[in-house]
T-cell receptor, first 116, second 112 residues
Framework: DTEVTQTPKHLVMGMTNKKSLKCEQH?????MYWYKQKAKKPPELMFV???????INESVPSRFSPECPNSSLLNLHLHALQPEDSALYLC???????????????FGEGSRLTVL | DQQVKQNSPSLSVQEGRISILNCDYT??????FLWYKKYPAEGPTFLIS?????DKNEDGRFTVFLNKSAKHLSLHIVPSQPGDSAVYFC???????????FGDGTTLTVKP
């Protein structure tokens, strides 16, 4: 199993809603990542979890709250988002911890978020 | 300050010819470089990588060249096939920091 699975594939939410994006991998990878990608732009790193602990937070607003319940799961909780937060949210994993990672990431298909 | 740049937003080549995608970087701390390929409605998939201690890495039809003095890398695809049509992202890693920085991407179209 070499997949990173993300749900839902599409999400539409209002600015007062609370929703969550989910990510799962069963490759035994020890680091998991959230990236945000706007149209025609590169993926931008948001969070890194290494051995289930938050290792990197790239100054992401608190309306985005990550959670890593176990080594296979990564969630992104969304609350009080703004329309400009509409984007493709990509989850990725890597085989070793982030500080030993040579960079190869395994990405999911992404969750397309629209904030109305 | 964009540390990884792909100056060509798009590239069109004929099937069977060579495709050359270019990438420039500014951060001398980058020590590992990767290319990812992305089809519409899918996440990026890893294609090929190169360590900063090498200047060339080859995998089938794909070859990546690294010129450290010029802070430049390129991906060569030969021969190009229509199925290679996708967006190609260059990424550079600072392995000490454990972060990858992506370029803006180049859309490759291979015409039959």
């Amino acid at each position: 199993d070499t997949e990173v699975t993300q749900t839902p594939k599409h999400l539409v939410m209002g600015m007062t809603n609370k929703k969550s994006l989910k990510c799962e991998q069963h490759m035994g990878h020890r680091a998991m990542y959230w990236y945000k990608q706007k149209a025609k732009k590169p993926p931008e790193l948001m969070f890194v979890y290494s051995y289930e602990k938050l290792s990197i937070n790239e100054s992401v607003p608190s309306r985005f709250s990550p959670e890593c319940p176990n080594s296979s799961l990564l969630n992104l909780h969304l609350h009080a988002l703004q329309p400009e937060d509409s984007a493709l949210y990509l989850c990725a994993s890597s085989q070793v911890s982030f500080d030993k990672n040579t960079g190869e990431l395994f990405f999911g298909e992404g969750s397309r978020l629209t904030v109305l | 300050d964009q540390q990884v740049k792909q100056n060509s937003p798009s590239l069109s080549v004929q099937e069977g010819r060579i495709s050359i995608l270019n990438c420039d970087y500014t951060n001398s701390m980058f020590d590992y470089f990767l290319w990812y390929k992305k089809y519409p409605a899918e996440g990026p998939t890893f294609l090929i990588s190169i360590s900063s201690i090498k200047d060339k890495n080859e995998d089938g039809r794909f070859t990546v060249f690294l010129n450290k003095s010029a802070k430049h890398l390129s991906l060569h695809i030969v021969p190009s096939q229509p199925g290679d049509s996708a967006v190609y992202f260059c990424a550079a890693s600072d392995t000490n920091a454990g972060k990858s920085t992506f370029g803006d991407g180049t859309t490759l179209t291979v015409k039959p």
